[in-house]
């Protein structure tokens, strides 16, 4: 159990010596935002730190690629039980530097050991040669192979630090890659520990490295020398760096912005409703890409959703700590509590209605904000269109489903949608929405634990997929060997 205070020394230094900084003079801090306390510092990197950990990875890369998926799959199944093994410390480094509840924090954990165990047992099945006909009268022997990209970049942000720093980051290892991450200067610590890990495993020292330092100058030299670039973050920042990686026509697959709606039809169990709206829209204090921002309501059913979710909300336990028994915690810093309020100052500006929460809560800690629902906000309030990235969200009464599919496909983004119904409506309307991942009955969860099929968004929302064959097989080249027979 890690004091909820500065990293203990050796630990502190332990994480830092896995950077390839090498430049040492500027410090970053980071902070806890549960308390607002310093817990530590990293490096501030650039370009020629980038550099070093390129010329490392792309020598370690050499040699990896001549070993077996075989022999790598021993290596991540060791890492899957040391993830398991140190679940408590993780959350602690997790929480510390998020200031997120734990069993958010043990959301993490757990999707860094269900993901690295399906790639782990299924990379080879992925990635091995496929036998292909080919067209007569030739008769052709067609061998499908996968060839690692060489070394691929990584660029996340603060909101899942140990999923987004190590789950994409094990498929692309397992195809026979080297990483070069850069982590959010907000959440280092978590992907550190993790590499830590993954070394005590087994995974050759150099073949992941771990950049600190600001986004545009470390994050702009990853995605300047990179043979593939995995990208997490705002759309803003993915279209500064898909102008890059279009330049170099080198790949990118990208996960940015949603504004996730919600749709609950009068045929829905308002009972499994009521169980799942708060954990769809404040999960991880709504710091989450697939988080429910927008819920639409048939209009026999509204007052009692409404009704129903208000008491939901209001139940809810905020708090700073370790403990299990808070539902959701803190914001990560100063910026978002701003931004998260301005959205909200907005909205009862122009005259919506507050059902619970709208307000900050110092009195138990600094960056915390209540799980705020809001009603009839006027059109044009920016917080009907845009992503607010916190524990935000806003209800409507529609008359049919078609209004609640016309609103809900509305944005310019398409990463995930809800709808809750008995099956039959429910998939009739899911085959109407315009997003990557849609729960029928559930908030986000399902879509989100689904390893094993695709997951990534529509329209803005992004490029490419986690998860599945897909979210392999990205880093890979494709080489087709086509024989002529006799
Ligand atoms: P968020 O709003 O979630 O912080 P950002 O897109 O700003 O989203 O940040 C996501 C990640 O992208 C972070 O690691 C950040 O440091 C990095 N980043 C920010 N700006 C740039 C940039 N211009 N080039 C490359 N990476 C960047």
Redesign the pocket.
């Known amino acids: 159990r890690l004091p909820l205070g500065p990293l203990p020394k050796e630990l502190h230094q332990t994480l830092l010596d896995l950077t390839a900084n090498t430049q040492q003079a500027a410090k970053v801090e980071v902070q806890a935002p549960f308390t607002g306390e310093v817990i530590g510092y990293v490096f501030n990197g650039d370009e020629q730190d980038v550099e070093h950990a390129f010329a490392l990875s792309r020598a370690a890369q050499k040699k990896w690629v001549h070993t077996t998926t075989a022999e790598r799959k021993k290596i991540f199944l060791r890492f899957h039980d040391l993830v398991l093994k140190n679940r408590e410390l993780l959350m602690d480094i997790v929480q510390l530097e998020t200031g997120k509840n734990r069993a958010s924090a043990a959301d993490e954990v757990l999707d860094v050991a269900i993901t690295t165990r399906f790639y782990a047992n299924n990379a080879g099945k992925f990635l091995n040669d496929k036998k292909r006909p080919g067209a007569l009268p030739i008769i052709t022997k067609n061998t499908q192979q996968y060839v690692p990209k060489g070394v691929v970049g990584q660029?996340?942000?603060?909101?899942y630090p140990l999923t987004l720093g190590v789950s994409d980051a094990v498929p692309a290892l397992l195809a026979g890659n080297a990483v070069v991450a850069?982590?959010?200067?907000a959440t280092p610590f978590s992907c550190l520990i993790m590499v830590h890990l993954l070394i005590e495993a087994g995974l050759p020292r150099d073949l992941m490295q771990v950049v600190t330092g600001?986004?545009?100058v470390?994050?702009?030299a990853?995605?300047a020398q990179c043979d593939f670039l995995m990208?997490?973050?705002?759309t803003?920042?993915?279209r500064?760096?898909g102008r890059t990686m279009g330049e170099r026509l080198v790949g990118f697959s990208a996960e940015l912005g949603g504004k996730n709606p919600l749709i609950v039809a009068k045929d829905a169990d308002l009972v499994k409703v009521e169980a799942e709206l708060s954990q769809a829209c404040f999960s991880n204090s709504g710091q989450l890409c697939v988080s429910i921002e927008r819920i639409y309501v048939e209009e026999d059913v509204y007052e009692e959703v409404v009704a129903r979710f208000s008491k939901a909300v209001k139940a809810m336990s905020i708090g700073a700590g370790f403990e299990w028994k808070y539902e959701m915690g803190s914001l990560i810093n100063q910026a978002q509590l701003d931004r998260v309020s301005i959205f909200v100052d907005q909205a009862k500006a122009a005259g919506a209605t507050v059902l619970c929460g709208g307000k900050s809560r110092p009195d138990i800690g600094p960056f915390f904000y209540e799980p705020t629902v809001l009603a009839d906000v006027p059109e044009g309030t920016p917080l009907l269109t845009e992503e607010v990235?916190g524990p935000v969200v806003f209800i409507e009464k529609v008359a049919t489903l078609e209004e609640a599919v016309d609103k809900a496909n509305g944005t310019p983004y398409g990463l995930n949608a809800s709808v809750f119904a008995s099956s039959e409506t429910g998939n009739l309307v899911a085959g109407q929405l315009e997003a990557g991942g849609i729960g029928i009955n559930d908030g986000y969860a399902a879509t989100w634990a689904s390893v094993s099929t695709p997951l990534g968004g529509m329209k803005q929302s992004g490029l490419g997929h986690r998860h599945g064959a897909e979210g392999i097989t990205k880093y890979a080249e494709i080489r087709n060997i086509a024989e002529q027979r006799w």
């Open positions: 660029i996340t942000p603060w909101n850069k982590p959010d200067l600001p986004g545009d470390v994050g702009g990853i995605a990208f997490t973050g705002s803003a920042t993915g500064i760096l990235f």
